[in-house]
């Protein structure tokens, strides 16, 4: 009976995984509610065999049509809320909108005041909102902001511990805070307080590490690539800068470049402004950006500079390399960042990346929270 059920729902999965050409289910084997999954699965994916050249209106063993046309995007939106768990509609929710280009979604500000803000909406509306219209721009800045906010919530202590100093193992404080907490030097202390009956050990005096505080700023020169293929960088990259703004002992320069190099230092303190400020698409000419950023670099020895790209240049790379490596003898500290998807995979020019660690820079895909440590390392 067991193995029954288990064969009935795989083809009841089977059944919605192919759609409208593959054999209807009759009976207990498809309920009502099945035959909404289908439909709303049918309005969004049956987009496939239309551009596959199919005719969207067949439909195997005949019956009616459920052609998308029988569904508005905005009712579809609201339907799919309603019937699939919130992890699978949004990743639903940004096929819609990243795939298949369901435009009518991102009309009505009501409407986009109801999807749910996520990195796959900010990355749409970021390379779209040049052809919304003016009523949709209030709604696109309030998503971009939520969005921004995870974000940034996600990464600040990250940031926040790797500038506000490293532990001192040597010295206490009565700053209580559980970054600060020493649990070996609490557990020696507080031995003599063990309690043989209950086999706990009683802490009677916590003690603190204090923090190596630095007398002297570091200089944080962030070059992004903006060219088209570096969407998910750059949402990260201006939530860094953001972060990074905020912080003592740092100061921060933000460039952003594809053929032409534009400073957005005056806004790297308000992402959302940068998000909406930068021009994602064209070519890439990454020596300009770095011949631009060498020429900010005021005090060698406390500056990193920071390249984020996928190191496809479109430009003689001559000038790229001929500037990092003066950078790198003036004892500059470099880090190629390579891209990363929204998978978080790499995606970059490995021989390029090569040619520029022959010049000195340290090429890694980091993730946000290892860039962080990166930065914690340095400025050690």
């Known amino acids: 009976m067991a193995d029954q059920l288990d064969n009935a729902e795989l083809l009841r999965r089977w059944r919605l995984i192919l759609g409208r050409y593959a054999q209807?289910?009759?009976?207990?084997?498809?309920?009502?509610?099945?035959?909404?999954?289908?439909?709303?699965?049918?309005?969004?994916?049956?987009?496939?065999?239309?551009?596959?050249?199919?005719?969207?209106?067949?439909?195997?063993?005949?019956?009616?049509?459920?052609?998308?046309?029988?569904?508005?995007?905005?009712?579809?939106?609201?339907?799919?809320?309603?019937?699939?768990?919130?992890?699978?509609?949004?990743?639903?929710?940004?096929?819609?909108?990243?795939?298949?280009?369901?435009?009518?979604?991102?009309?009505?500000?009501?409407?986009?005041?109801?999807?749910?803000?996520?990195?796959?909406?900010?990355?749409?509306?970021?390379?779209?909102?040049?052809?919304?219209?003016a009523d949709m721009h209030d709604a696109v800045r309030a998503i971009i902001r939520r969005v921004v906010e995870e974000i940034t919530e996600r990464l600040r202590k990250d940031f926040v511990n790797a500038v506000t100093g490293r532990r001192n193992r040597f010295r206490r404080t009565q700053m209580k805070s559980a970054q600060n907490f020493d649990w070996r030097a609490t557990i020696a202390a507080n031995l003599k307080h063990y309690d043989t009956a209950s086999a706990r050990m009683v802490i009677a005096r916590p003690i603190f590490n204090a923090r190596v505080k630095r007398s002297l700023p570091w200089d944080v020169i962030l070059c992004v690539d903006q060219s088209g293929s570096m969407m998910d960088s750059v949402i990260y990259a201006a939530v860094v800068a953001g972060i990074l703004s905020g912080l003592p002992a740092v100061n921060v320069r933000l460039v952003v470049f594809d053929t032409s190099v534009v400073d957005l230092t005056h806004l790297a303190s308000d992402p959302v402004e940068v998000l909406l400020t930068v021009q994602l698409g064209g070519g890439t000419n990454i020596g300009r950006a770095v011949q631009y950023c060498e020429q900010l670099v005021a005090t060698p020895q406390r500056t990193i500079f920071a390249l984020i790209s996928d190191f496809e240049e479109g430009a003689p790379p001559a000038p790229l390399l001929a500037a990092l490596k003066r950078m790198a003898e003036s004892r500059v500290t470099l880090l190629g960042l390579a891209a990363l998807d929204e998978r978080a995979q790499p995606v970059y020019d490995r021989g390029m990346a090569q040619r520029l660690a022959d010049q000195g820079m340290h090429v890694a895909a980091l993730t946000p929270q290892h860039f962080a440590e990166w930065l914690a390392g340095v400025m050690q």
Do not use: C, T
């Open 24 to 133: 209807p289910l009759q009976g207990e084997a498809w309920s009502a509610h099945d035959g909404r999954l289908d439909a709303s699965l049918d309005y969004l994916y049956g987009r496939e065999y239309e551009r596959k050249g199919m005719l969207l209106g067949g439909r195997a063993g005949g019956g009616g049509s459920l052609d998308p046309s029988q569904l508005r995007a905005i009712d579809w939106l609201n339907q799919a809320r309603k019937l699939f768990p919130q992890e699978v509609y949004e990743r639903v929710q940004g096929h819609a909108i990243e795939r298949y280009e369901l435009s009518g979604l991102l009309r009505d500000p009501a409407v986009l005041a109801s999807l749910e803000p996520n990195q796959a909406l900010a990355r749409a509306l970021i390379g779209m909102r040049g052809r919304l219209s």
